[in-house]
């Protein structure tokens, strides 16, 4: 999912949460939140996922608006879009061999995380992705890691080849360019409030206008507007709140809060260092017709947060992140 601004791209994961109900039959687990691993059952009142989504087999009886934050976990988790696994148009499918992987992945995980962490949330779809879609058998050291070729591991020339092979920018080159593509630091902090228009990409390539509101240090608001009626999702810095046409609003707690407090930081360009303890460069990928950098943000007991910088301009081009939320461990 993108979403693009006259202003700047907007990081989508507290966006996400607001999503229309469509009938996607979305088949992954939702992202978990500080301690719960086991299947959280939806509370009084609240819709589950069989109920709003087609063909769920390993998720029945959780709350049907953890389906999507957990979509962008594990897309993040796997550096992968929707399409992965699911048909377009037509989500509730089982076309598609991952989708069917990604079901005995979940029910694997679950079963791990019972057995031998009493439930608690400690393996999750990234413990062992690291953005990447075949899981990572050995530790990564450097930032990135050399590519396989037909000299061996590390291609002709062994070890050599590799030491000479051209560096890309470290994440602290890529973040500074960022600032300095905006106007500099010192430029950003002398504004204190910004109104974006823009447009949302959902899934099965639907497109909805968003009006986003936001004031420093740490206010926001979103507004989506949808064929039935506005999805708002809200943060006042201190409190969350979200709302969907034809649901009450709802006061935001565990990852969902945590996922609107990053999002709402109005600094946030020049806050990113201090943002994540650990921040990977991925090679450049394909972000529309540009290339761009992936940067993972990673903070301990939070999902990962991917960020893409364009290589040319250093500009944000997309920015889709995964937040924590109630429900499931990571899958």
Not at 171 to 189: I, T
Not at 232 to 243: C, E, L, N, Q, R
Not at 295 to 305: A, L, M, R, T
């Amino acid at each position: 999912m993108n979403v693009r601004s006259k202003a700047m791209v907007l990081t989508v994961t507290a966006l996400a949460h607001a999503l229309p109900v469509m009938s996607a039959g979305a088949q992954t687990a939702p992202a978990g939140s500080g301690g719960a691993a086991q299947q959280v059952p939806a509370g009084p009142g609240a819709k589950k996922a069989e109920e709003v989504f087609k063909n769920i087999q390993v998720l029945k009886g959780i709350p049907a608006d953890q389906v999507f934050p957990a979509m962008l976990f594990i897309t993040a988790s796997l550096g992968v879009q929707c399409d992965y696994c699911h048909v377009e148009r037509a989500f509730e499918k089982d076309d598609k061999p991952p989708k069917q992987t990604a079901r005995k992945m979940m029910q694997m995980m679950f079963a791990i995380n019972k057995d031998n962490f009493d439930g608690h949330r400690e393996v999750t779809c990234y413990t062992c992705h690291r953005g990447g879609t075949d899981p990572a058998g050995t530790p990564i050291i450097a930032e990135e890691e050399p590519k396989p070729g037909p000299g061996g591991p590390m291609g002709p020339g062994g070890a050599n080849a590799a030491a000479n092979a051209p560096a890309g920018p470290s994440a602290d080159q890529l973040l500074e360019k960022y600032v300095e593509a905006l106007g500099g630091a010192d430029a950003l902090q002398k504004i204190s409030s910004r109104v974006e228009h823009g447009t949302m990409t959902g899934f099965g390539g639907r497109r909805f206008p968003i009006e986003v509101l936001s004031k420093a240090p740490d206010k926001r608001m979103s507004v989506m507007h949808l064929p039935n009626g506005d999805s708002v999702t809200a943060y006042d810095g201190h409190a969350g709140w979200m709302g969907n046409p034809g649901m009450p609003l709802r006061e935001m707690t565990g990852g969902d809060l945590e996922a609107v407090k990053l999002d709402a930081d109005f600094y946030f360009p020049v806050h990113i260092k201090q943002a994540f303890s650990q921040l990977r460069v991925r090679p450049p990928e394909k972000v529309g017709d540009h290339e761009a950098y992936a940067v993972f943000g990673i903070k301990p007991g939070q999902p990962p947060v991917r960020l893409y910088f364009d290589a040319q301009s250093g500009l944000a081009s997309r920015s889709p992140s995964a937040g924590p939320s109630p429900g499931l461990a990571g899958a």
